[in-house]
Nanobody, 116 residues
């Protein structure tokens, strides 16, 4: 059974940085994409950053130039480096891994709080 385990969240002051990680345990075959989403209180979950099998990245406009997604395919892991954090980045962050077979796996969620 595949589980995604996230780590690295916490509290940081505005302007600071955090690096959050997500690693898959169990056997996950043929990953096609790895994504990070966030969900702020009272809002819908939205895509923050994505990276494809070929390494192409995509970012939400709100984080472009500040966040960087990367991966380690051999470790079935994805990372999100968050710089110049803003209070509006406060949210629960979720990783998602998708496979070419059409399976989606989600992490349990990680709180990131940015104080002003």
């Amino acid at each position: 059974q595949v589980q995604l385990v996230e780590s690295g969240g916490g509290l940081v002051q505005a302007g600071g940085s955090l690096n959050i990680s997500c690693a898959a345990s169990g056997s996950i075959i043929a990953i096609s994409a790895m994504n990070w989403y966030h969900q702020a209180p009272g809002k819908q979950r939205e895509l923050v950053a994505a990276i494809t099998l070929g390494g192409k990245t995509n970012y939400a406009d709100s984080v472009k130039g500040r966040f960087t997604i990367s991966r380690a395919m051999a470790k079935n892991s994805v990372y999100l480096q968050m710089d110049s954090l803003k209070p509006e980045d406060t949210a629960v962050y979720y990783c998602k891994m998708s496979t070419i077979l059409g399976n989606d796996y989600w992490g349990q969620g990680l709180q990131v709080t940015v104080s002003s």
